[in-house]
């Protein structure tokens, strides 16, 4: 009951905070619509002894008056649903807003890497188009605790035992609350599948993948698999809504039996002579309007406890970040350096995602001298790309520590380091935004600033996309507009590019694989261009951190680190290290070979 509780609070504040205009209109249009109930029953016995009486002028009125009721009762329910309606989509862009600030919740990626988050983060997604369902559910459920009370009370005032029969209802309340956690315990158990068969779907349907998949001729496995899952998940979801549904249906029949009695007792009575046939059939009719009062609340309690199972699950990824990355109030937050004067070093840093036992980073140190570029080289999963995370400040070391000039970066508040870093990941974001836009959540403060816009495309090559584009800079890009320039792999990247570079003389310039999508005469311009941009970065004191599997790159930073198994194996120059005739000797030979 007490989750209940704050299941009704949460909501309330929520649709209160949305419109409490409207809120307020739509319960007291929903309270007058259910008094309408037991005031056509009244009206029908009054009705029925009229007409028994043969007194047909007040029976002709009575029944005018049990129309006009059922009329005004429709109407009444229908302005209501219109304004919680509006209430509940605009409570529900309010959750949708807090949920992605709870993604958003820390400056690290730890609580993204968690499976039972993203199995949260799926059933709140889920669960928060309902909320106009639950607003509603919880309205219904104390306009309909207001029709019960007088309901019962004009029973009582024909049968003193008949203040009893709310206890009936017990039973159902009861059984309707197990039920529902048979319900979502198959929910929670079926998250992962639920996710697989959303995955499969997409893959099979979406135009970046469909090529692959009609080429490799794997559109029948595909289906299965999505098939498989699908099935298994609804296999499991209807076992638990069986289950559910026959504790229900138990209880329900049990308050069925206290409503039969109900109507025994005022049967006795008239057969006694104590009361009319008007108050038999206000007995029956109040039973019959009790029963479905019941059924349909048992189903609005279930729908508030669904409810409450969503707002337990955002209470849970509101504090997710906050468990997985602790604030250190405690600590006295260092400020970052206006400019680099010794650089980066990593000390003994060592790196496992977590979840897993896997140790990504084994003891790395390495110095990253500033105004210099380096270089990371090695194989698929020797660990670059999470290397490069944590210089980001996007995961903290499991052991080790890195010093940014002589303090650790666990020391400077995140959000201003981050400020100070441009980036282009290897997975890069694909914003569906005008170009303007695209370009300019690099640095949202230079956002209307055409030529800084333009500067950031020319240097990444990509001044091309802005005649492709029609409207230029406020033309939008991606297949969610209709008139959305669609762009190939290699144009998305080039945009990618630009905005890393619209941050001015950034402390920390990371480029992971930024330039995978184009080809190596393309890579090696859009490297010489940026052989400038690391030149700029360095007379700041910036440090530019970049990776790429093309040899003829990387030879043009100032050092570079060969990473295999998560440990540094080599360090320094091109030169240097071909000398050593090591690891780094024997690929760049290997790919010099290819390409001879």
Known sequence: MTSRVHTARWLLAAAWRADPRKLLAAAALLLVGHLATPAVALALRSFTDRVLANDLGPGLLAG????????????????AHLYYFEVGEQAEAEVNADLIRYANGSPGMEHLDDAEFADAVILVREEVQKLRGYLEALLQLSAMAVQLTITTLILASLEPWLLLLPLGAVPPV???????????????????DLRLARHLLLVATSAASTKEVRIFGAEQALRQRHDTAWRRATRRLCQGRLAGAGLRALGQLAFTLACCSAIY????????????????????TLAVQLNVQVGAGLGMLSTLQAAGNMVARLARLRDWPIRTRPARAARSAAAVPRRLEQGIRLEGVSFTYPGTDRTVLRNVTLDLPAGGTTALVGENGSGKST?????????????GRILVDGTDLRELTPQEWQARVGSLFQDFARFEFTLRENVGVGDLARLDQDEA???????????????????????????????????????????GLARSTLRDRPLLQILDEPAAALDAAAEHAVFERFAGA????????????FVSHRFSTVRMADRIAVLEQGAVREYGSHGALMAQRGLYADLFSLQARSYS
């Open 64 to 79: 005018g008056v049990i129309a006009a009721i059922l009329v005004a009762e429709l109407m009444l329910g229908h302005f």
């Open 453 to 495: 816009l333009l500067a950031g495309l020319r240097t990444a090559g990509a001044t091309h996309v802005v005649q492709r584009v029609p409207g230029g800079l406020d033309g939008v890009v991606g297949q969610g507009y209709a008139d959305g320039a669609e762009l190939s792999g290699g144009q998305w990247q080039s945009l």
């Open 387 to 399: 290397l490069v995370k944590l210089l980001c400040g996007l995961y903290e070391p499991t052991h």
């Open 534 to 545: 690391a030149r700029q970065v360095g007379d700041g004191g910036g440090v530019t951190v």
């Open 174 to 192: 009861l059984m309707g609350r197990y039920a529902q956690r048979f319900v979502d315990r198959s929910r929670t158990a079926t998250a992962a």
């Open 265 to 284: 007792l005022v049967l006795r009575n008239a057969v006694a002579g104590t009361v009319s046939i008007g108050d038999v059939v206000l007995t029956v």
